[in-house]
């Protein structure tokens, strides 16, 4: 059965360094999110993209937060420099949704990676 | 706003028995809702789809309904077992093309 990847599965970083995580959708989603989940609480999106293009980035934080998906396929997402705050599970979730304006196509997500900062 | 919410928190029940668990939420016009099981540290599993123009969905032992025009969805599960003690999340589809998340009910099943 097709799977979203992502890696790692655990991080841990000192406050101020850079982190990576990396997302595989399932093949032919072109729909990805990035979200983040404080422990307690739902997931919160930060970003979507559509292809290779951002399509919401509404709730990123842009001063340290980057995200992206050179070739609409797999995305990273960066956090430079990480704070303390910053804990919590990041997700990518991917769709088979094909363009923004419709709604309503099932989210399937990834195994997460579990961020502690330090 | 536009907001999820699911109450209990948290929910206990022995093995065996049938339970429901709730989903509220605030604006009528949806496109559709899921819900989705997370075991602890783990990532999210979709079980259950409805689409607006659908009354409920089910799949094995699980049933869900949706009544837009109340904002309340819920999710039947028949016979608990051990293996169904997570934490259960449902979302919705607003307008806005974002998936809302409710904060979630965690279940235990008490062999």
């Known amino acids: 059965e097709a799977e979203v990847a992502q890696s790692p599965r655990y991080k841990i970083t000192e406050k101020s360094q850079a982190v990576a995580f990396w997302c595989d959708p399932i093949?032919?989603?072109?729909?990805l999110y990035w979200y983040r989940q404080i422990l307690g609480q739902g997931p919160e999106l930060l970003v979507q993209?559509?292809?290779?293009?951002?399509?919401?980035d509404s709730q990123l934080p842009k001063d340290r937060f980057s995200a992206e998906r050179l070739k609409g396929v797999d995305s990273t997402l960066k956090i430079q420099p990480a704070e303390l705050g910053d804990s919590a599970m990041y997700l990518c979730?991917?769709?088979?949704?094909?363009?923004?304006?419709?709604?309503?196509?099932?989210?399937?997500f990834g195994p997460g990676t579990r961020l502690t900062v330090l | 706003k536009q907001e999820v919410t699911q109450i209990p928190a948290a929910l206990s029940v022995p093995e065996g028995e049938n339970l429901v668990l709730n989903c509220s939420f605030t604006?009528?016009?949806?496109?559709?809702l899921q819900w989705f099981r997370q075991d602890p540290g783990k990532g999210l599993t979709s079980l259950l789809l409805?689409?607006?123009?659908?009354r409920e969905q089910t799949s094995g032992r699980l049933n869900a309904s949706l009544d837009k025009s109340s904002g309340r969805s819920t999710l039947y599960i028949a016979a608990s077992q051990p293996g169904d003690s997570a934490t259960y999340l449902c979302?919705?589809?607003?307008?806005?093309?974002?998936?809302?998340f409710g904060t979630g009910t965690r279940l235990t099943i008490i062999p």
């Open positions: 979730a991917s769709s088979s949704l094909t363009a923004p304006g419709l709604a309503g196509y099932e989210q399937f």
């Open positions: 093949s032919g989603h072109a729909t």
């Open positions: 993209f559509q292809d290779e293009s951002v399509v919401d």
């Open positions: 604006d009528s016009a949806i496109y559709n």
């Open positions: 409805i689409q607006s123009s659908q």
């Open positions: 979302a919705v589809y607003f307008g806005n093309e974002k998936l809302t």
